[in-house]
Antibody, heavy 122, light 106 residues
Framework: QVQLQQSGPGLVKASQILSLTCVIS??????????WNWIRQSPSGGLEWLGR?????????DYAVSVKSRIIINPDTSKNQFSLQLNSVTPEDTALYFC????????????WGQGTLVTVSS | IVLTQSPGTLSLSPGARATLSCRASQSVSSNYLAWYQQKPGRAPRLLIYGASTRATGIPDRFSGSGSGTDFTLTIRRLEPEDFAIYYC?????????FGQGTKLEI
């Protein structure tokens, strides 16, 4: 059974860096058949995919256009986890952040973390 | 691709049949369309992928259909635990996105 456990601060100041970690159990961050994603949900309920990291002979990343200039998603094979770094946050980045496993080359999301509410204070 | 879900809110009684729609602004490649259920305070739960394949452990009262730009999630004989918000998601391109959701209420 795959489980994803998220951690990270719930409060970040504007212009600072948002950092979250997702620990994987029951699968490997280096899996050739999965990708590891970050998705957020705005206070109004809309879901937004932010990006992913995945291994296919080498490490690759895809990022949403909306955050591409300020996002980094990194794998950590030694701890079987992956992380989200979102730079220069604003109050508009306030959201519930989820990590999720994506299946296949193009993803649907079959396992999700529990969610972390991140508030960006001005 | 923009996904538009309708209706925004659907009010039904337990035992009824629910029909939720997801319309894409352009054709979804290979019918790579998924449906999720979300309850308050919880992460979304995968119900359907590939437009019509039920995920592991999903009851057979949930079914998905459609192709191209028009997709449907049908829930026959609603159970009390089915009242939630439902989202569709396309993964036909690597820029994944979701519909805005349909709230299914009693």
């Amino acid at each position: 059974q795959v489980q994803l456990q998220q951690s990270g601060p719930g409060l970040v100041k504007a212009s600072q860096i948002l950092s979250l970690t997702c620990v994987i159990s029951g699968d490997s961050v280096s899996s050739n058949s999965a990708g590891w994603n970050w998705i957020r949900q705005s206070p109004s309920g809309g879901l937004e995919w932010l990006g992913r990291t995945y291994y296919r002979s080498k490490w690759e990343n895809d990022y949403a256009v909306s955050v591409k200039s300020r996002i980094i998603i990194n794998p950590d094979t030694s701890k079987n986890q992956f992380s989200l770094q979102l730079n220069s946050v604003t109050p508009e980045d306030t959201a519930l952040y989820f990590c999720a496993r994506g299946r296949g080359g193009l993803h649907y999301f079959d396992y999700w973390g529990q969610g972390t509410l991140v508030t960006v204070s001005s | 691709i923009v996904l538009t879900q309708s209706p925004g809110t659907l009010s039904l009684s337990p035992g009824a049949r629910a029909t939720l729609s997801c319309r894409a602004s352009q054709s979804v490649s290979s019918n790579y369309l998924a449906w999720y259920q979300q309850k308050p305070g919880r992460a979304p739960r995968l119900l359907i992928y590939g437009a019509s394949t039920r995920a592991t452990g999903i009851p057979d009262r949930f079914s998905g259909s459609g192709s191209g730009t028009d997709f449907t999630l049908t829930i026959r004989r609603l159970e009390p635990e089915d009242f939630a918000i439902y989202y569709c998601q396309q993964y036909g391109s690597s820029r994944y996105n979701f519909g805005q959701g349909t709230k299914l209420e009693i």
